[in-house]
Every structure is written in structure tokens, then in C-alpha cells.
């Protein structure tokens, strides 16, 4: 059996490389120092015009259920046939891991380069953070969810409305044995291109 996130090489972490899941994410998350490390890394991404079109929100601590009961509130206006089972899950949805770090999209129109391509490259930050969050021994999972498209629950986490969450990306250690799940063949997507 593979080990999964086998650090004893930087190809044999790619190679290995498994998102921890958020169902299962507890102590320890990064610490202060840490958190900056992650973030250093984050940066270091392709970003065409070096517009650096993103930025953090960092929830850690009693933040993660301030943001909680915000999400609740709103759910509770989206779906007020919802119980109060549901209301506690919005409500823990940052408590699921120790550290949540938000990055938003500030990709804005430009002469030269295109907001897809500022979009792109907010999303080599997520998997960036990803990326060194594991190689530092923790597990991380990149998320979205509702709050990541609700312009009520976006704002409560301090985007403006010009901002997009790229992703929501949430470290801890994992509580459960992390299982690999099938990967696409890469061969079945190749088409070798040649002239007709
Ligand atoms: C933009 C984006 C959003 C995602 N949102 C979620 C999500 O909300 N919930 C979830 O369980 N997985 C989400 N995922 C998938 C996980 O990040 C991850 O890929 C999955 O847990 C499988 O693990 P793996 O990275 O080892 O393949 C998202 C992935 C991307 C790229």
C-alpha cells in the first residue's frame, strides 16, 4: 500500500500527496510562526503581471465561532424550515479544524492580463497552501461551501463585493487514517496533437 504524504522526497510527495479531510481535522494546527511559513509559501505561486490578486482571512480560536454564529443567522434566513441540527452544523463550520484560512480572489479587470488568469492564480495559492501545510506534517483540506458563495456569509467574513473566495483552506492533523481514493489515468486525458 502507498504511504500516503511520504515526505522523504519532494517527488515522492507529490507523488503521494492526500488532502486530509475536514470531517477529521483536529489538534495540532500551526502555530503563529507556522502559519506565517504557510503563507511565505503560499505567495511564492505564478501570478502573470505579478498583480498579486489575492489575500487572507485567517480564522483561529474563539474567531472560527464568531464567524459560526454568523453563518447561522444566515442560514437560518436561507432555510428557516431548518432545524436546530443544521443550524449547529453552520454553526460549527470553522470548528471542524484549528486553523481556516480564507483566500480571496481580488482579481479585477486589467489592460494586459485577463481576470481568468488572476483567477488562476488564486487558486495555485489554495493548492500552495495546501501544498506546504502537509510537507510541515499537518493535513489540509481545500473547501468551499455555501459560505463560499453567499454574498451575506462572504461579507460576514470580511470580502468585498468585488472579491471571490477561491477557497477555504482548512489545517489540522487528521483523526482518521487518510484513504487514497482513485486517480484519473492521465494517459486516458493525453491527445498527443500532430499536424493533419
Ligand atoms: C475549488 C475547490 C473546492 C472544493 N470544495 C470542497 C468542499 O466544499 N468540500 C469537500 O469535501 N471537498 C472540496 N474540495 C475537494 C477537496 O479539496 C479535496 O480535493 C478532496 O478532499 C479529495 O482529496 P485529494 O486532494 O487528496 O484528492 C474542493 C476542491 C476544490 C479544488
Known amino acids: 500500500m502507498t504511504k500516503l504524504n511520504d515526505l522523504s522526497s519532494p517527488l515522492a510527495f507529490l507523488k503521494t500527496r492526500k ?11 500551526p502555530s503563529s510562526a507556522q502559519i506565517s511559513e504557510i503563507l511565505d509559501i503560499a505567495v511564492r505561486v505564478p501570478d502573470h503581471g505579478k498583480l498579486n490578486p489575492w489575500r487572507f482571512v485567517l480564522f ?4 472560527r465561532a464568531d464567524i459560526g454564529n454568523a453563518f447561522a443567522a444566515r442560514w ?12 449547529a452544523f453552520q454553526r460549527g463550520l470553522f470548528m471542524r479544524a484549528p486553523v481556516v484560512i480564507v483566500v480571496a480572489s481580488t482579481a479585477a479587470p ?58 477555504i483552506i482548512c489545517i489540522g492533523t487528521t483523526t482518521a487514517p487518510l484513504e ?17
Open 110 to 167: 486589467h489592460a494586459k492580463i485577463p481576470e481568468w488568469e488572476q483567477l488562476l492564480s488564486a487558486a495555485a495559492v489554495c493548492y500552495n497552501m495546501v501544498l506546504a501545510a502537509t510537507a510541515m506534517g499537518f493535513d489540509a483540506q481545500w473547501q468551499t461551501d455555501w459560505v463560499a458563495y453567499d454574498p451575506e456569509a462572504m461579507a460576514a467574513m470580511g470580502l468585498k463585493d468585488s472579491e471571490k473566495v477561491a477557497g
Open 60 to 63: 483561529e480560536g474563539q474567531a
Open 19 to 29: 488532502s486530509g479531510s475536514v470531517k477529521a481535522l483536529g489538534l495540532p494546527g
Open 180 to 196: 487514497d481514493r482513485p486517480r484519473p489515468d492521465p494517459k486516458a486525458l493525453l491527445t498527443r496533437w500532430a499536424k493533419a
Open 76 to 87: 437560518k434566513v436561507l432555510h428557516p424550515e431548518h432545524g436546530e441540527e443544521s443550524l
